[in-house]
């Protein structure tokens, strides 16, 4: 009960201070000081004070886009252990349910974004839905080798199976599982360099550009429900790179958060170092994640 | 007293109501009143699937059989027709989507309108029927009788409005085809009647024979079945026929005929007691190439129903890599993917009862109503077919596989079977849950496609901007068909209920293997959380925002004078994934030369092609055309040298067997 609990706080109160501390990194690359780490939160804040500004052309369908993607993402949530503790949902199949219902909320963002008739949101979804299809067979190549590592279908053991003696034997197998679902995490969250949140250019963008229009507690909506997928795909990356159990629950809870607040700090670096790819080498980026994870499969197997 | 004996045997109810269904359009060939003639065969239609539907659940949940014995003196012997758990399995799409379409029908293809409307009337309810006896029969000449009768009505439905080329053109494409497969099903239950010695089908289980003739009866099968279910590359026929045809057809074509094809196959698979391996590996195979093909060509289409043409080739796919994975299982001991496989398969043929008709009619009332078929001529209908545009959401969301729809429930039954073999030695069949996932991936870029071009954003036409809502005998089906497909998705336990008795028709001994390995009650607390969660969700922000929503135009990027015309259209939304998978899918783009300092005006047009067809098959018959001219000197038209072909013909093989 206690851990579900944790896990329900930890889940819903965490994933903005990612982008804060993704935020901090980034401008201490730049040399400059930064906004606080807690930027996000009063972000969202204000928003949810805002009033809304609808655009002429959208129906129900505009509204219901950040509704059903935090909905859909928030019962995410729920399926993905985080650290050494267990969901609070855990069934056969479940880690099906997770890539699914990410993609119930990306069919719902893109239907939003085609509703405000505007020809970069239309672009913006033509890309997001073209990236993310490459994407998704990286995820399942991903969760076959872990399923055959661990013999279960859940993400809950899965997950859990993977520990030091596990990393001892296969290695070089998880090495390049992660470098796989590292690609698909910077991918699927809009990140460089794949996309980049800050430019000004709506041609360029992906995510950004599809929620161009929304507004106010909307838009509010749309921010947490980006942070909480960067935070649950973040949270599958950390359960396997943090094989180690301390054996004190409340310790593992700190690994965990530990763990999480290291990997925005890597996906800070990673955006500062690199540049934002041309929008034809995506794809390629892409299928070679997913060959990365096709060979982590035949590592297992051989 | 023997009529009301038959009354209440729900066998005899459902044989009245085939009969019931294939006269349901002679009264309107009569009346001189169109409509009256129309509502008739409605009414008949509804009173058919109200004596056949409840039957069927009875004798499939209450393990009925029933077979019935017409002794009749033609040549080829008495004819059996029968009832058994497979047959009544594939009865129940036939009852769901007959009544549905006619009374879609009252609303689309009105009597008032359309010319053909008597005809179309008749051989709806003609194909209807023709698709029941073949699914009953079980005898090979009755049961092509009965095929060929259900590829004609098909053809005269498909050809309804043959003024047009290009109808006339996909309906020879489709009779073409139809007589190719039907000439291996010939071939197929010749060779059965060789070894058996009858035309009656052998009892399952029972045709033991050698490795080499069972793998011929095996490709005759697949050649013929898999033609009509649209397995690619025998799928040349079907997106121009489905596309062509009235919508309500289409429908049934789609929802119900490709159906037919999946229980050949699986009928023929039953007569064997040993089933090889490789048959396993074939149908997975062919199974996961045609639905990733499939849906890849979809998302380049333009044209509204034939996008949902090839997706209807992506879900047989889908469904022949469950029967794929059911042979493989059985093949090779593993008792849980061959129920996996073979459950999924079953469930996915359901769903796909419920979804794709429910597009289809949709997509008839957004013709209906924007007068085109083009999605890049339409935009902005969801304020004008509110309810329309609401079913057609629910049923993008439910062929895209995603939860809380059916889709996903059936889906997630072969990711199951898939996965699990990740823990075998070889890992093969496990590749196919990727596969399954880019599926899944490029399905949402072609119904968001067609979702957000069709019903969203701004019209792009006149007509599109002055569409009205469709009638509600139209939204009636939509609304029952899309109840269903939430249903389903909910709660899939109902459905599986219809799919256990088939399953264990067909394999008795998956029986102790069949429990799933998820509790249903997931799907219900999965989908329901999200739609509780996304409700209150809406209610919060929808009160919270009341008093302070402002109105503007959508943000242009500082271009003040947008039109509906710079909006992106659906051939832009997909050339971005076409042009990433390069040969798969071949689309012609042919723009104007601009020229000097200021050019004229320019057209650009975007047509995705078929490679197969016109590039392969249509040269090869021109070709084979010119080489047998001479043949067609024996074809001229003259009845009565017809005759003496045929009197000809007979003595020469009287000749031959004596």
Not at chain 1, 190 to 203: V, W, Y
Not at chain 2, 82 to 94: H, V
Request: hydrophobic share 55%.
């Amino acid at each position: 009960m206690i851990d579900t609990i944790f896990h329900v706080v930890l889940v819903l109160a965490m994933p903005p201070l990612l982008l804060g501390v993704i935020g901090k990194t980034k401008a201490a690359f730049a040399g400059r000081v930064g906004a606080p780490f807690l930027q996000p939160y009063y972000d969202m804040g204000r928003l949810m004070k805002k009033g809304i500004v609808l655009s002429d052309s959208t129906t129900w369908i505009f509204s219901a886009g950040p509704v059903v993607t935090l909905a859909a993402t928030l019962f995410a949530a729920l399926l993905v252990p985080l650290g050494k503790h267990p969901a609070p949902i855990s069934f056969e199949g479940d880690m099906i349910l997770f890539a699914y219902l990410f993609a119930l909320g990306r069919f719902f963002t893109t239907t939003a974004a085609l509703d405000t008739a505007s020809s970069f949101e239309g672009m913006g979804a033509a890309r997001e839905v073209s990236f993310s299809c490459l994407a998704e067979p990286t995820l399942f190549f991903a969760l076959i080798t872990l399923t055959r590592l661990s013999g279960t279908m859940s993400l809950t053991p899965m997950l859990q199976h993977v520990t030091l003696p596990v990393w001892m034997g296969t290695g070089a197998s998880l090495i390049l599982l992660l470098a796989g679902l590292f690609v698909v995490l910077l991918a699927e969250n809009c990140r460089i360099p794949f996309d980049d949140p800050n430019t000004h250019l709506e041609l360029t963008m992906i995510h950004e550009v599809m929620v161009l229009d929304h507004s106010g507690p909307y838009f509010c909506c749309v921010l947490y429900g980006a942070a909480l997928k960067l935070y649950l795909l973040g949270a599958l990356f950390v359960n396997i790179a943090l094989p180690f159990a301390s054996g004190n629950a409340y310790v593992d809870w700190v690994v965990f958060a530990a763990g999480m607040l290291l990997l925005a700090v890597a996906i800070g670096v990673v955006e500062s170092v690199m540049a934002r790819l041309r929008l034809i080498r995506v794809p390629q980026l892409l299928v070679a994640a997913l060959i990365l994870t096709a060979f982590s499969l035949v590592l297992v197997v051989r | 007293m023997l009529f009301f004996d038959m009354m209440r045997d729900p066998a005899s109810l459902v044989l009245c109501a085939i009969a019931l269904a294939g006269c349901s359009g002679l009264p309107g060939l009569v009346l001189r009143d169109g409509t009256l003639g129309q509502r008739l065969a409605s009414v008949a239609a509804l009173a058919s699937s109200l004596l056949a539907l409840p039957s069927l659940l009875y004798l499939l949940l209450g393990g009925g059989e029933a077979s019935f014995l017409l002794n009749w003196n033609l040549p080829f012997g008495p004819c059996q027709v029968a009832l058994d758990p497979l047959s009544l399995f594939f009865l129940i799409p036939i009852f769901l989507v007959f009544p549905a379409g006619s009374l879609y029908a009252l609303g689309y293809w009105p009597a008032a309108s359309h010319s053909s409307q008597r005809s179309v009337t008749f051989f709806y309810g003609l194909l209807a029927c023709a698709m029941a006896l073949v699914v009953v029969s079980r005898n090979g000449a009755l049961f092509m009788m009965a095929w060929e009768t259900m590829a004609l009505s098909g053809y005269f439905l498909l050809v309804a409005e043959h003024r047009e080329g290009e109808v006339r053109g996909a309906g020879t494409v489709y009779l073409v085809a139809s007589h190719l497969g039907g000439a291996a099903l010939l071939v197929l239950f010749a060779s059965l009647f060789m070894i058996t010695g009858g035309f009656g089908f052998p009892a399952a289980g029972s045709l033991a024979v050698g490795a080499g003739l069972a793998a011929t009866l095996f490709w005759l099968a697949l050649a013929g079945f898999g033609s009509k279910a649209g397995l690619m590359p025998l799928h040349l026929w079907l997106p121009s026929a489905h596309a062509n045809a009235p919508s309500h057809v289409s429908a049934l074509l789609s929802g119900v005929m490709l159906k037919i094809g999946v229980y050949g196959i699986l009928r023929v698979i039953s007569f064997f007691p040993e089933r090889p391996l490789w048959w396993g590996g074939v149908l997975t195979g062919a199974g996961l190439a045609s639905a990733v093909l499939g849906i890849c060509v979809a998302s380049a289409q333009k044209d509204i129903k034939r996008l949902l043409a090839y997706s209807s080739i992506e879900n047989l796919g889908i469904i022949c890599a469950g029967i794929g994975m059911f042979l493989l299982g059985q093949g090779s001991g593993n008792d849980r993917l061959a129920f996996l496989g073979l459950a999924g398969a079953l469930f996915h043929v359901l769903n796909h009862v419920v979804f794709k008709p429910l597009l289809f009619f949709c997509a008839g009332s957004v013709m209906h109503a924007a007068g085109t078929r083009d999605l890049d001529r339409m935009g902005g209908l969801a304020r004008r077919l509110p309810f329309t545009a609401f079913f057609t959401l629910c049923g993008a969301v439910a062929i895209c596989g995603l939860p809380p729809f059916n889709g996903f429930a059936s889906e997630m039954l072969l990711y199951l079977g898939f996965f699990g073999e990740a823990r075998a030695g070889q890992p093969f069949v496990a590749l196919g849950a990727p596969v399954l996932a880019l599926v899944g991936g490029v399905a949402v870029i072609s119904f968001v496609k067609l979702y957000g071009i069709a019903f969203l954003g701004e019209p792009r036409t006149a007509e599109a901007a002055g569409a009205h809502e469709a009638a509600g005998t139209m939204l009636a089906p939509i609304a029952l068909l899309a109840c269903l497909a939430l249903t389903g998705g909910l709660f899939p336990q109902l459905f599986l209920a219809l799919v256990q008795p088939a399953i264990r028709g067909l394999a008795p001994d998956l029986a102790p293997a069949a429990v799933l390995p998820i509790a249903p009650v997931w799907f219900a607390v999965a989908g329901g959380s999200v739609i509780c969660m996304a409700a209150i969700l809406f209610l919060f922000l929808r009160a919270k925002t009341s008093g302070g929503a402002a109105s503007a135009p959508t943000w242009g990027c500082g271009y003040l004078c947008p039109s509906p015309r710079i909006q992106y259209t659906g051939s832009s939304f997909g050339a971005f994934f076409s042009s990433l998978s390069g040969p798969l899918i071949r689309t012609r783009i042919s723009v104007g030369q601009v020229a000097g300092l200021t050019p004229a005006a320019v057209r650009l047009s975007y047509h995705p092609e078929e490679t197969l067809l016109h590039r392969v098959v249509l040269p090869v018959l021109s070709v084979a055309g010119t080489v047998c001219a001479f043949v067609r000197r024996l074809q001229h038209g003259e009845v009565q040298i017809y005759i003496l072909y045929i009197f000809v013909t007979l003595m020469l093989l009287l000749l031959w067997v004596h």
